[in-house]
């Protein structure tokens, strides 16, 4: 795009009174400058995203459930704005203290850690949990839910949450206060991007030395994602900070073009919520521009948005212009999807071959020959017909 003129929006003067509503204040953010605006056209997008019936990804790093936020991301699921979630083990996690009530409670960020842990306090910046009223008994609650499940047969992260979700919706004190039970009863997949690196994984430890497998299906995990994408008419990303979540959302573009050479595009649409630099080379930071360079997005140039700012700031913004704008959408319930999608997939296998095959030059493919597999006469296989093409795809689909 040119910017290069002077026939940009006048900057409004602006005005506020007591009865400004939301969808005025954005418009008052879109029409001003620097993340403001960004912040303004990031809303509008998001409601695009909506209105378009984009199969919508709301990723979600930090800590956002302890304070609160799990709440606006179920009310988002119950208006159909968002149709699957891809977020950290600790998110879950935290968000399960609401269902349960499990004290969190605000507490200080310019305190003595010495004190707070003599006291049996643990802190999340300015949040605080009880060490044995809110994490002892929610790790409790995870052996107990997983000392008889998943250990059959590989499972992927998002059957764990509807596990979890389910539980917490039969039994919890307030299963209404968890986007968890939501997301069960939606069909909605929850994904944890690194289930290892939480307390998730920490609590299986306690099977898995009484030789209780858990055997985590990492691969049918990310053949699931990108899955979901495929299937989309259009798909989209609320990225809520970077991190894991971030990348794991928009590789499903590098895995249907880069690996299974479908040239699909990846996303339609992306925003971003981030205070993480571009300049350190970091994946948090990285522009979504420089995503296309690698197949994540559709244009460089369109429905890309970065806002940086804190999350816990332009979420509620975002959530609330949509719900003030847009009329709730039917559930996809992608979740009971999953296996149909998966198999789309599959079927692209032998198309994935033949593209591999025949996109690979002769001096490449002598080499392949004479290093790996080799025609069965000695010959160079793109010239001799004892080596036809199906039998090249053949053996190289068996060598890869």
């Known amino acids: ?58 990723t979600v790093a930090g800590a ?9 991301i179920k009310t988002l699921l119950e208006k159909g704005f968002v149709d699957w979630i891809v977020t950290t083990g600790a998110n879950v996690y935290h968000e399960d203290h609401f269902a349960w009530g499990l004290p969190v409670k605000q507490g200080h960020f310019e ?35 997983f000392k008889d ?28 206060k ?16 690194t289930l290892k690196d939480s307390s998730l994984a920490l609590n ?7 030789n209780q497998p858990f055997n985590l299906d990492f691969v049918r995990e990310i053949i699931e994602q990108a899955a979901i994408v495929y299937n989309a008419k259009k798909s989209g990303i609320l990225e809520l900070g970077g991190g894991v979540p971030k990348n794991t959302a928009q590789q499903t573009g590098p895995l249907l ?28 930071g990285a522009t979504l521009q420089e995503g296309k360079s690698w197949g994540k997005v559709q244009d460089s140039h369109e429905d890309l948005i970065t806002v940086y700012t804190d999350s816990t700031i332009a979420f509620p913004v975002l959530a609330l212009y949509a719900l003030a704008n847009e009329e709730p959408r039917e559930p996809k319930r992608i979740y009971k999807d999953l296996g149909k999608f998966y198999e789309t997939l599959q079927e692209l296998l032998p198309i994935m071959i033949s593209k591999i095959f025949f996109n690979v030059n002769d001096s490449v493919l002598e080499e392949i020959n004479r290093t790996f597999i080799g025609c069965r006469y000695g010959k160079n296989i793109s010239n001799h017909s004892c080596c036809s093409s199906n039998y090249w795809i053949f053996n190289i689909s068996v060598f890869f």
């Open 178 to 193: 968890s986007f968890l039970t939501t997301a069960y009863d939606l069909d909605v997949p929850v994904y944890v991007s």
């Open 111 to 145: 305190v003595d850690d010495n004190i707070l842990y003599e006291k049996e306090i643990v802190r999340i910046r300015d949040v605080y949990v009880k060490f044995y009223e809110t994490l002892e008994l929610q790790d409790n609650i995870i052996q107990n839910i």
């Open 257 to 284: 073009d880069q690996i299974l050479r479908k040239d699909h595009g990846g996303q339609d649409y992306i925003i971003q919520i981030t205070d993480a630099r571009p300049d350190t080379g970091g994946l948090s």
């Open 1 to 58: 795009m040119n910017h290069h003129h002077f026939e940009g929006k006048d900057i409004p003067h602006i005005k506020l009174d007591s009865k400004t509503t939301v969808k005025e204040l954005v418009e008052i953010y879109a029409n001003s400058g620097f993340n403001a605006r960004q912040l303004g056209e990031a809303a509008k997008l998001y409601q695009k995203m909506i209105h378009d019936n984009a199969t919508i990804c709301l």
């Open 64 to 72: 956002m459930t302890p304070v609160g936020f799990g709440g606006i």
């Open 149 to 176: 499940k998943l250990s059959q047969e590989p499972f992927t992260t998002a059957e764990f949450c509807n596990v979890l979700g389910k539980i917490s919706k039969e039994k919890s004190k307030f299963p209404e």
């Open 204 to 210: 299986l430890a306690v099977h898995r030395l009484k």
